[in-house]
């Protein structure tokens, strides 16, 4: 392992599913004595901050974590063109901002396309952090290929991988676009092996598991089962797609008023809770919780299997209702459906009928609970933030720091 303090260097965007995932890692890495700077918006400076590494600010022109959904768009180019156009305006602030302090390696989320422009023209080493699934063997003709078929016939879908690859060119990469965002050379998975499709084909000198990396919350504060609670239920559909009063209404029928059952209801910050209609006492509504903190109480978990919830519901052994909102969500759900462990449920299904017969059966099933089991221990071995820390010094002893 290395002995000599770095300057390591993490890139992210300003969202939460992709910085949060990161934060305990770069934690460590400070502790173990490394200068480390965050390139990051300023809406994420302060938790930046909180772990010890230097926030370097930068401007983003992508929506930001508390607008409308709806900020995306609806169609694969509507998704994929603000990251581009982002990356090509925070390129010459982070020129900018690195002026005189380039680092010793580069750590950069899948979503940062700068990062891996700065460590080319640096000649450092450069390593993802992947929040979520990764691509294996075959996933560019089973996945990539069929779904950009038709993006790429329009003009727009090639005006778009032709700036792309203009871009790139400039900078002196002559990687085709796709390879360029989605194979890294070297890359830590945070998720649990478990929930990554077709893990076997993955190819592991590029990518290692080091599963959930979630250090101590304790700073987000606490939660207890409230007394005569025999069974409790979190509801969230995470932090951006949570504008859905209709199913949040749902969820109050269906979990109200079932005897010895207490509900902790997240609706996020575009709902107003009194679109919730009555609401009974034994049902506590939230626009935040922490999130840990009730799942280890929790007994059931009705998620839109975000990476981030999932890894959290198998780490806790809480069996789940996968209700997808969007992206790699519905992958999601499908893994935790495959591992025995969830229900899936589309929203428009989502009646309190449904969600109360799955929520039921789901607490009741012994094998469901075996399974959960199982699985978290497997989970426990996969070394989460030292491990991640072990491999980011073992890369900077490669080369000689």
């Not at 965050?38 to 938790?47: L, M, Q, R």
């Not at 059931?300 to 919830?309: K, R, S």
């Not at 809480?318 to 499908?334: H, K, L, W």
């Amino acid at each position: 392992m290395t002995s000599r303090r770095a300057h390591i260097a993490m890139f992210s965007i300003a969202a939460h599913g992709h910085v949060n995932p990161s934060l305990e890692v770069i934690r460590e890495l400070v502790a173990r004595g490394h200068r480390v700077t965050y390139a990051i918006p300023p809406v994420f400076a302060d938790k930046v901050a909180e772990t010890g590494a230097e926030p370097k600010l930068w401007s983003s022109t992508l929506p930001s974590p508390d607008d409308d959904p709806s900020a995306w768009g609806d169609t694969l180019l509507d998704n994929v063109e603000p990251f581009l156009a982002d990356a090509m305006q925070a390129l010459p602030q982070l020129i900018e901002a690195y002026r005189d302090d380039e680092p010793d390696l580069v750590l950069h989320d899948i979503a940062s396309y700068p990062a891996r422009v700065l460590a080319h023209r640096w000649g450092v080493p450069a390593v993802s952090l992947s929040p979520n699934l990764v691509a294996w063997d075959g996933y560019e003709e089973e996945v990539a290929e069929p779904m950009w078929a038709e993006p790429r016939k329009t003009p727009r879908g090639q005006a778009y991988y032709a700036r792309f690859q203009g871009w790139l060119e400039e900078n002196g990469i002559t990687q085709h676009p796709d390879d360029f965002a989605g194979r890294p050379a070297r890359s830590l998975v945070l998720i649990p092996k478990a929930l990554q499709p077709n893990a076997d084909r993955v190819d592991e000198r590029v990518y290692t598991f080091v599963g959930a990396c979630q250090g101590d919350r304790a700073a987000q504060g606490t939660w207890q089962r409230p007394a005569g609670a025999e069974k409790v239920a979190l509801v969230s559909l995470g932090s951006t797609f949570t504008r859905q009063p209709a199913f949040y209404r749902e969820c109050v029928r269906a979990f109200g008023d079932l005897p010895g059952w207490h509900t902790v209801l997240q609706i996020g910050k575009h709902v107003d809770p009194a679109e919730l209609g009555d609401v009974p006492e034994s049902v506590e509504v939230r626009d935040w919780v922490p999130q840990l903190a009730v799942l280890k109480e929790a007994d059931l978990f009705v998620t839109h299997a975000g990476a981030g919830g999932s890894q959290e519901g198998l780490a806790t052994a809480t069996p789940m209702i996968a209700v997808p909102q969007a992206v790699d969500q519905f992958g999601n759900a499908d893994m935790l459906v495959g591992l025995g462990v969830a229900r899936r449920l589309a929203t428009a299904e989502a009646t309190a009928e449904v969600l109360r017969e799955a929520a039921l059966a789901l607490v009741e099933d012994a094998e469901v609970a075996r399974r959960l089991k199982e699985i978290q221990a497997q989970m426990a071995q996969e070394g989460g933030t030292r491990r991640a820390a072990d491999l980011i010094e073992a890369e900077l002893a490669a080369r000689g720091h």
